[in-house]
């Protein structure tokens, strides 16, 4: 049998790009996603094998990645957060989640 390649979570980084870098949000807690699901549009017919419905893909949604912090009234990435979630028009912003063991997932979103 051979031993888990599987990670544990904690020290995973949340990094938003802010000015001319990205910077790491501070304290972070309980992040998740992305989730990645599709619609699917059906295609049964009265010739479908054995009565089965026949449903393919379509679009497809990246999800949403959601995370709580210990809000820091003073703290620059929290006041970038607050800006970019009550910019108007919304505007996309550039983000990374850093895994501990240096694996990354990078990804645009609203705030």
Known sequence: MTATQGVVGFGTAIQ???GAAYT??????DITGPQITAEFV???N?????????RKPTFK???????????????TTHAALVAAAEANPPT???????????SQIHFSAYV
Request: proline content about 4%; overall charge negative; glycine content about 6%.
């Open 16 to 18: 938003m790009y802010i």
């Open 92 to 102: 996309l912003k550039l983000f990374h989640l850093v895994f501990p063991d240096g």
């Open 46 to 54: 009265h010739q479908s094998q054995s009565g089965l419905r026949e």
């Open 61 to 75: 949604s990246s999800g949403d990645v959601t995370f709580r912090v210990n809000y820091l009234h003073s703290d």
């Open 24 to 29: 790491a949000i501070s304290e972070p807690k």
């Open 42 to 44: 059906d295609f049964t």
